[in-house]
């Protein structure tokens, strides 16, 4: 372990130092929604440059795409040796509301060893982390145990539009062994965790039309359908009153569980009695049979996000309104492929069609599940690597959201995809006082460190998705 | 029938300064809700009170209220005979979109025979008609056939909210035998109606709270409850698939309609087809074994009448709302109660309360259904009034909708209501370019003058209800 040893002595040294190069970083208004912010977009990805030189990256250009650049740079002289391609985001969300934060949102500022700014956590103080990383290891013995190739973009906050084209176009390029991404959370302060696999997602709007215009009900009422009835019965459809989703087929291709990751999950020791209390709910809903873990992490799902039509002022409007409509998303999980589900939901909404109303479904975007094998080398091996560094076992998860081009690395460049997370749920990303805890910027910095040596051991056959 | 030659007579030789007299009345800006035109409200009660005077009425007085003032004004010297009561409103709706209006509201004009105005139809034009009844029929004899008493109030348009107290306080003031409105529509074009009934009105709003606030589909989705889905399976626990309405009691005094009623509507001819065309619906939808004047006029009704939660914005937006919330109202006939009807709704929501949420229940102001009897001697007389001018069978009808203030009369001077109109529901009420058909201007002034008549043939005795 004397590489760890190592690192831990050149991080400590270098702590000021990085802090303060962080704080650039962060100072930089990334905004990546806001067109204003078009000069800051470019700011931060020159400043990415300049710290990919200074880490020992070559082959460092700003790639430009139909959005925000993307910043790429590498280092390939460990022949024989698997690739890592590491991903991740300089942009950052807005900052509105401006007065709820503390200390200005782009000014950096450390309290109680945590470093407040719009991007600490989210993304920029990972992805840094990862650049120091390589600065590491080359400035200790010039060289790297393996390749690896950074692909930091500056539009994952909007969708990341123009990524997917990227990749498809740089398929050769970016081609690597394996894909590490730290945007994602640990399990709890001090519980490191590895994130196998992510839900996917697919969804419809659902618009009902009745009459040409609102009717009064008093004149109309009782004998003529109302739309929000009709969308109230077609949506009561979708679902039995425990939560199990009714529609014919769609539990078709889920993927069960495996005993070793109920285990693992079981292992986690989820307190579904605190959750309940810190959301405030009367109790917990989900499908029977499962944990919370496994309804949200391994479960797919069927949930109306919007539902709309007729008055929703104070008081009362006495109005059969002419239309009604919905918004209806699914979470989708290995093996369900979003566009079978797309298909199923319209043959039930067919099917269930309410008498007197035209019904038009719209389809939205989609985004495939993505799931690495729990027993996959690589994900074992990030777990190893935390382990060495917090002492306490790795948690083994899955996120119940949807991380679209993640399933899009996965899709084209069929890559085992680590998803190796420093952030904590509570660390306000995407809301006013977004920070970062810097024992996780410490820690992280050894883990990141430490995982290259764990890969190294490994074959590029070994690592074969 | 000497009484109706003289009276077509009369208002053929007056009848440019009628409508002159009238344009004076609908120049005046009259909306009661809003607060910049006070002055106008007062205006336009001045107005009625020059205008009763001149007709010959006693005892004229602007009454304040609360609100807008009410104008009364009576004649009493039929010694014996029965006394009608007139109510109607000097109040008008606002105006915009102003853009829409042919020509401006205020300023009344007359195109292709119907004068528009706001409040042409909707009620100044109906007033006026009744106080030009009464003028005539002065200056022909000297005297009525009957005792008169006028009730004209200022705020119908914002739902009456001082007359019931107004009613209650000045009970003695106001007792008569029967109450005369023309407020409502006539069957169509050429087509009279005397209503006899309307239902009445009572309503709930529902929240459903979930977690204390908006949850991420992803993270949450599956373990917990979507408020959304709660409401919707609630809703839906309401009606069944062919509109019948499944709480429990619901039906229990709901008075059943008679062969006559039955004969009568069946009587009307109403095409279904053609309605089905106007509103543009794939069909309609109405409880089984009635017609759709059945359903609308003498069933109840339960509908939402709006429903929000969650996202509804263009695209996608994740989100388990922390909130959904639905506006339900019924329609109710006799002999159902507005209370006892809320009861057995709070009953049903309380059985049907989804699990993992909070549900809140908040009363919307009530009103009862009204009937006077479809074979009482004053709905008979009118419909026999009609007749004699307009040469066609009077068509016997009740209103799907509720006029609150009605009810009120109904229950605290329990007196028969007479609804006799003169309004077309193709004449834009509430909407822009508002107008008024002038043939029934000129046949309803000599039927509302023939009613007088009419009711002189009867004892008070007769007219109880």
């Known amino acids: ?68 650049p993307v910043v790429y740079g590498d280092w390939l002289h460990a022949e024989g040796k698997p690739t890592i391609l590491v991903y991740g985001h300089y942009d950052v969300q807005p900052v509105d509301p401006l007065e709820l934060w503390d200390s200005p949102p782009f000014e950096p500022e450390v309290r109680d060893n945590k470093l407040f700014a719009r991007g600490a956590s989210d993304d920029k103080g990972q992805v840094f982390m990862h650049i120091k ?89 009782g004998g003529v359908q109302n739309p929000l009835h009709a969308i109230v019965e077609l949506l009561a459809s979708f679902r039995d009153k425990e939560g199990t989703i009714a529609v014919e087929g769609f539990y078709d291709n889920v993927r069960e569980l495996t005993e070793e990751e109920r285990a693992a999950y079981e292992a986690l020791g989820f307190d579904e009695e605190a959750l309940k209390e810190e959301i405030d709910v009367p109790a917990l809903f989900g499908e029977k049979g499962f944990s919370y873990l496994e309804q949200t992490w391994a479960r797919p799902t069927l949930e109306i996000n919007g539902l ?14 002419s239309e009604a409509g919905a918004k209806i998303t699914c979470r989708l999980v290995p093996d369900q492929d979003p566009d079978e589900i797309v298909e199923k939901l319209k043959a039930h909404i067919e099917k269930h069609k309410p008498a007197g109303v035209t019904v038009t479904v719209t389809e939205f975007d989609k985004g495939k599940p993505f799931i690495t094998p729990f027993d996959h080398p690589a994900i074992q091996a990030a777990g190893r690597s935390y382990e060495k560094v917090y002492h306490v076992p790795t948690a083994y998860t899955r996120g119940g959201g949807s991380i679209p081009i993640v399933a899009a690395f996965d899709e084209i460049l069929e890559l085992p995809v680590v998803l190796m997370g420093f952030g904590l749920s509570t660390e306000n990303f995407h809301a006013p006082n977004e920070h970062f805890h810097l024992e996780n910027f410490d820690q992280g910095l050894r883990v990141i460190g430490d995982y290259y040596y764990e890969i190294e051991s490994f074959s590029k056959e070994e690592l074969k998705k």
Not at 162 to 179: G, P, Q, W
Not at 308 to 321: C, N, R
Request: glycine fraction near 12%; aromatic fraction near 6%; hydrophobic fraction near 35%.
């Open 1 to 68: 372990m004397a590489h760890l040893e190592q690192l831990d002595q050149y991080f400590k040294e270098q702590r000021d130092t990085h802090l303060e190069e962080l704080n650039e970083f962060l100072r930089i208004p990334s905004i990546s929604a806001l067109s204003e912010h078009k000069a800051d977009m470019q700011k931060a990805a020159e400043w990415l440059v300049q710290s990919f030189d200074a880490a020992g990256l070559e082959n460092v250009s700003i790639d430009e795409t139909d959005g925000h």
């Open 133 to 221: 990383a390589v600065e590491a290891l080359m400035k200790q013995s010039g060289k790297l145990p393996v390749n690896v190739k950074f692909l930091i973009e500056g539009e994952e906050e909007v969708g990341s539009p123009n990524l997917e084209k990227y990749i498809r176009e740089n398929k050769d390029k970016l081609a690597a062994d394996i894909i590490v991404i730290s945007d994602t959370g640990m399990q709890g302060p001090g519980q490191p965790a590895v994130c196998y696999g992510l839900r996917g997602l697919t969804g419809v709007q659902i618009d009902v039309k009745g009459a040409k215009g609102d009717l009064h009900s008093g004149l109309y009422g």
């Open 308 to 321: 709309f039509g007729g008055f929703s002022g104070e008081g009362i409007k006495t109005v059969l309104p």
